[in-house]
């Protein structure tokens, strides 16, 4: 067997849904926090690790996995009952980027955020798709700790705990 990013991807679906379960144990309040800046708090950087997500799916494959190109993305997080829905949502576009992972490495060419023409290679796509998870959820635990919450307990996320948890 090759080494590929099979295994990463799965660990960040597992993690996204671990962090979105930590998160449905908190007060509705906790959705606010934020390290230092209050328009970036738990809820919007959330929702915006799946809304991400789903836009790379794309980007990579041609293919939505939640939302049509040109459609408003995916309704934010207001408040805890949004979690379920956003939980659903996570598994959808998780499971569209580990799908990627059949496809040929190749260079895309798109006009970014920046109204710039691009090229990126679909696997620098995918691990960019990893490592912004990632970071993200290291804000929510700051944001969270910051404010007096309960933080995700990033180790309790890691590949490690990943590999225990998942491995029979």
């Not at 996204?16 to 809820?43: D, M, R």
């Not at 691009?118 to 990893?130: D, E, F, N, P, Y």
Request: charged content about 25%; proline content about 4%; aromatic content about 6%.
């Amino acid at each position: 067997m090759t080494i590929a990013l099979d295994r990463l991807l799965a660990h960040m679906a597992w993690a996204n849904q671990k962090t979105i379960e930590h998160l449905q144990s908190l007060p509705e309040e906790s959705l606010k926090a934020y390290a230092t800046n209050p328009e970036w708090h738990v809820a919007e950087i959330i929702y915006h690790i799946v809304d991400s997500g789903d836009h790379y799916a794309f980007r990579i494959g041609g293919m939505p996995a939640l939302t049509q190109p040109g459609d408003p993305c995916i309704d934010e997080v207001k408040g805890l009952s949004d979690l379920a829905r956003l939980k659903e949502q996570a598994v959808i576009v998780d499971k569209a980027l580990s799908d990627c992972v059949k496809l040929d490495d190749i260079q895309i060419e798109f006009v970014n955020a920046e109204d710039k023409l691009v090229k990126r290679w679909r696997s620098t796509i995918l691990s960019q798709s990893i490592h912004h998870a990632t970071e993200h959820r290291a804000q929510i635990a700051s944001a969270l700790e910051a404010k007096g919450f309960t933080p995700v307990d990033l180790d309790e996320l890691d590949l490690w705990a990943f590999e225990i948890d998942t491995e029979s």
